[in-house]
């Protein structure tokens, strides 16, 4: 698949990046550039992706999880407040901050030490974070928090509803949203019924067992 290569007038694009990137068109299944908005095969309107790659690699604050550093030092994500966006949205640099128990309206004793860092939002409002502390998942994986989302989240007797393990880390929870066209099919559960077989099969192993109370 050849890309067209954009010029000096959009010097955040770096083309290289995508033409090594492949997504999965959710209609047809077919294998396309992750910068693609349109289906070539099926015709299908898809999500652009979440971020950009800057021109120059940037400095990041030192607290920020190695990963995470990693990601930012050469991406900037398209904002919290970004309304074009499909079922969510990854914050900027400059909007990452620690999220806590009391950010997320949680009282109990279990979830007195929970630390994370809001890295995105969902389209109703919901909290996507990456876990630093958290009684049901390890340091590194990515949950979601807010009232519509489909839970209990995690592993463990501490499990709290309204909250959902979206990926083990953050590195394959980037790599399912390519996969998924950037659409995060966990924010939207109801909406997996009407994916190809294949796909709605490992989507629901994948939050199953991340999550190990959820009834979807
Ligand atoms: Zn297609």
Same mark, same amino acid.
């Given at each position: 698949m050849l890309l067209v290569v954009r010029g000096p007038a959009r010097p955040l694009i770096s083309v290289a990046f995508f033409a090594t990137t492949m997504k999965t068109c959710w209609q047809c299944e077919e294998q396309i550039p992750a910068d693609k908005v349109t289906c070539p095969l099926c015709g299908v309107q898809l999500d652009p992706p979440p971020y950009v790659v800057l021109s120059a690699p940037r400095n990041v604050p030192a607290w920020l999880p190695p990963d995470l550093a990693t990601f930012f030092v050469e991406h900037e994500g398209c904002g919290m407040d970004d309304s074009s966006r499909g079922s969510f949205r990854l914050a900027r640099l400059a909007e990452l901050e620690h999220l806590t128990a009391k950010d997320i309206y949680v009282d109990s004793p279990a979830w007195k030490s929970f630390d994370s860092i809001a890295i995105g939002a969902g389209q109703y409002g919901d909290?996507? %974070?990456?876990? &630093?502390?958290? =009684?049901?998942? $390890?340091?590194?994986?990515?949950? @979601?928090?807010?009232?519509?989302? @489909?839970? #209990?989240?995690?592993?463990? #007797?501490?499990?709290? #509803?309204?909250?959902?393990?979206?990926? =083990?880390?953050?590195? $394959?929870?980037?790599?399912?949203?390519?996969?998924?066209?950037?659409?995060?099919?966990?924010?939207? =559960?109801? $909406?997996? %019924?009407? &994916? =190809?077989?294949?796909?709605?099969?490992?989507?629901k192993q994948h939050f199953q067992s991340l999550n190990l109370g959820i009834g979807w």
């Open positions: 909290w996507i %974070c990456y876990v &630093l502390n958290a =009684p049901v998942a $390890s340091r590194g994986a990515i949950m @979601a928090f807010g009232g519509g989302v @489909a839970g #209990p989240g995690g592993t463990g #007797p501490d499990r709290i #509803p309204g909250s959902l393990v979206l990926a =083990p880390n953050f590195t $394959s929870w980037l790599a399912r949203l390519r996969e998924d066209g950037w659409e995060e099919y966990g924010l939207t =559960p109801g $909406s997996i %019924c009407g &994916l =190809p077989e294949k796909r709605e099969k490992i989507l």
